[in-house]
C-alpha cells in the first residue's frame, strides 16, 4: 500500500516513543521493542495523527535539507513496515 500525501500517520494505541539522554530512540509496542536508527525516531517524532503525509515530508525536508527525493520513498516504505506490525496506522 502506497502512502498518500493526504494520509494522516499516528502511532498504533499502545505504541510510544521513548527517548533517553545518551541513548537510541525505542519505539516500545505491546509485543516488543523496537531500537530506532537513522532518522526512524525523528519521523516517529514527527506523527500526531493530524498531520499529513506530505506535511510530514516536508517538515523532514526542513530539518534534514539535504537528504534529497528518496526522502519521501524511505519515510513511507518505513511507515508501512510499521503499520504491518500493527505499531503505526496510516488513515487516508
Known amino acids: 500500500m502506497a502512502v ?3 494520509a494522516k500517520p499516528r502511532l498504533s494505541v499502545g505504541c510510544r516513543l521513548r527517548e533517553a539522554q ?3 530512540p525505542m519505539l516500545l509496542m505491546p509485543e ?3 531500537q530506532l536508527r537513522g ?3 525523528e519521523i516517529l517524532r514527527r ?5 499529513t503525509f506530505a506535511e510530514l515530508v516536508n517538515e523532514l525536508h ?3 535539507p539535504g537528504a534529497g527525493e528518496s526522502l519521501a520513498r524511505e ?3 518505513f511507515l508501512e513496515r510499521l503499520q504491518a506490525r500493527q505499531a503505526v496506522e496510516i488513515r487516508e
Do not use: I, R, W, Y
Not at 506523527?47 to 498531520?51: A, E, P, V, W
Open 22 to 24: 545518551g541513548q537510541p
Open 4 to 6: 498518500s500525501p493526504e
Open 75 to 77: 519515510t513511507a516504505e
Open 32 to 34: 516488543g521493542v523496537l
Open 62 to 64: 526542513q530539518a534534514f
Open 39 to 41: 532518522a526512524g525516531g
Open 47 to 51: 506523527l500526531d495523527g493530524n498531520k
